[in-house]
């Protein structure tokens, strides 16, 4: 099962490129993962350790993120013995700011499909939710960089 969702963000594609690379924000966004550590990160790639709980059950897993070239990036997670979840973002800048693109793709045992189809209209509400976290968080960001500039110059 495919769900997709976008937004547009009031900053410029750089930092809300920053904000999402920045992994420690993970568990404000995904309310799927209470618990994500970077154990290793370049400039393409980056290991975590992360644990969550979804559609009530805990799990606990070790994804690799691969940064994308338009600063987005895609997570494949292991959500337990019967649930594969890929989550992939996009940034694009368009003219107002940028456009934030969010898909998750889940993988999952014929036993749990009419379980997740049924929860489908929670996880598209779910999903809008992430994003506008990440548009308030990607915004901050940007705030407080101009701030920073604007000091720089006093």
Do not use: N
């Not at 509400?125 to 960089?145: L, P």
Request: a positive charge; hydrophobic letters at 45%; charged letters at 30%.
């Amino acid at each position: 099962m495919r769900i997709s969702s976008q937004l547009l963000v009031s900053a410029p594609k750089e930092r809300v490129s920053a904000y999402l690379r920045d992994l420690k924000h993970l568990p404000d966004y995904d309310k799927k993962v209470s618990e994500a550590l970077v154990i290793r990160q370049d400039a393409d790639t980056a290991e975590l350790s992360a644990s969550g709980m979804f559609l009530g059950r805990a799990w606990k897993d070790s994804p690799k993120v691969r940064f994308a070239k338009d600063g987005g990036y895609e997570c494949s997670f292991v959500l337990g013995r019967l649930t594969k979840m890929t989550a992939v973002y996009h940034v694009r800048p368009v003219t107002g700011g940028t456009l934030l693109a969010h898909e998750e793709v889940y993988d999952v045992s014929v036993l749990l499909r009419p379980v997740l189809l049924a929860a489908r209209g929670w996880l598209l509400q779910a999903i809008e939710a992430e994003m506008r976290v990440i548009k308030e968080g990607a915004q901050a960001v940007d705030r407080q960089a101009k701030l920073k500039e604007i000091d720089s110059l006093a």
